[in-house]
């Protein structure tokens, strides 16, 4: 069971530190169990290991692993990011891959705690969508979140997450915000029939979500005053832009740290609002 459970999550995260895998699939055991079964899987040539440092190493799915990955039932329909073709590679891709993992992390455990329904998969990275019909511009969310409220009532939340390291400018956060807001108001173009142009004002995100998702920020990097300035520039441009206040109008959207999401838990009052800047802090489902 756990050798399945190592296969999704290494197909659907691309990677990640022998003690992430343990927290994702198997936290009651101890963790030399997960290192054991890695080894014998590595053995298999199914997975591999990648050195990131000195305290810090990664495991990946071999080419042999991801095909057996991609023919296992719980991963129908689901794409996998592309895969290190070697340690190097592994090594240049692995510290914005484990934050985005260790935000996944943060939202699992407050799940377990709470009583949730949210499981490993129930997070999938590099989430694409077109914002333009003719063309290449895309939206790639970090992830998108499926989470289900059991108490007092059941609730399916969605949201997509952005993992921000400080390795980009305010410019391109900007940028981001601005893709959000262009998937959000995109339309697909009339197409003509029978001499009449047949007219369409349903959102192309309509078919893909029942809701449009929230938007979360997650600031993996930094102290906390050089967080506390990424967070009042995002509200800043939250709010300069018309594109992105009309999708505000309906979408919530909320940043934090990820050191107290996984202090305090993603439920507890660590979200700033960039909906309403004047908010006081909540939770992310209260944003």
């Not at 490993?120 to 979140?145: S, T």
């Not at 609730?155 to 893709?179: G, P, W």
Request: glycine share 4%; aromatic share 8%.
């Amino acid at each position: 069971m756990y050798d399945r459970k190592f296969l999704c999550s290494l197909f659907m995260h691309r990677m990640a530190t022998a003690a992430q895998l343990h927290e994702l699939v198997s936290p009651d055991a101890h963790i030399t169990r997960t290192r054991r079964r890695l080894n014998e899987l590595r053995r298999q040539g199914v997975v591999d290991q990648a050195v990131v440092d000195r305290r810090k190493a990664v495991w990946y799915l071999t080419e042999r692993g991801r095909t057996i990955g991609s023919r296992l039932d719980e991963l129908d329909h689901r794409t996998s990011p592309p895969a290190p073709e070697d340690p190097f590679e592994a090594r240049m891709r692995s510290e914005h891959t484990l934050a985005v993992l260790d935000a996944h992390l943060a939202f699992l455990q407050d799940a377990r705690r709470r009583g949730d329904e949210y499981g490993y998969l129930d997070w999938e990275p590099e989430i694409y969508h077109r914002v333009v019909e003719q063309g290449a511009d895309a939206l790639i969310a970090d992830a998108l979140m499926r989470y289900t409220v059991v108490d007092p009532e059941r609730e399916l939340h969605r949201a997509f997450i952005e993992v921000d390291r400080a390795t980009m400018s305010s410019e391109s956060l900007a940028r981001k915000l601005l893709a959000y807001a262009r998937f959000h108001q995109l339309v697909p173009t009339p197409v003509r029939q029978r001499g009449f142009q047949a007219q369409s004002s349903v959102p192309v995100w309509k078919s893909h979500y029942p809701a449009y998702p929230r938007i979360l920020f997650v600031l993996a990097e930094g102290g906390p005053a050089a967080q506390a300035r990424r967070i009042r520039d995002l509200q800043a441009l939250a709010q300069s832009s018309p594109l992105v206040e009309l999708m505000f109008q309906t979408v919530r959207a909320g940043v934090a740290s990820l050191k107290e999401m996984q202090e305090a838990g993603p439920s507890a009052p660590v979200w700033a609002s960039l909906v309403d800047p004047q908010r006081a802090r909540c939770g992310w489902m209260e944003l």
